[in-house]
């Protein structure tokens, strides 16, 4: 494997981008996800990037939960009410 040298930046790989993207977000297959981690384990840039791509997703992913967004709202009210109407 080609070892990359530390240049101390949070920068990915440019051919690394994409992939590590699909990793963080959950999009990518099981051979992507097995490249992305060979490459990291020799790519001290790469681990950084993707640990601060994780990081920013789990604080979206927070916030989508904490403001739920309109249209689920309203999935969810024509589910409760077709259930009561039914019960009628
Ligand atoms: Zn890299």
Known sequence: MRLHKDNG???????????????????AGPLRR????????????????????????GRLHKAKEAEPNEEAVHRILATYQAATAAAD
């Open 9 to 27: 930046s949070d920068e990915p790989c440019k051919h690394m981008e994409g992939h590590l993207n699909r990793v963080a977000d959950g999009t």
């Open 34 to 57: 097995w490249y992305v981690r060979a490459h990291m384990a020799g790519c001290p840039m790469c681990t950084r990037f993707f640990a601060s791509l994780k990081a920013m997703l």
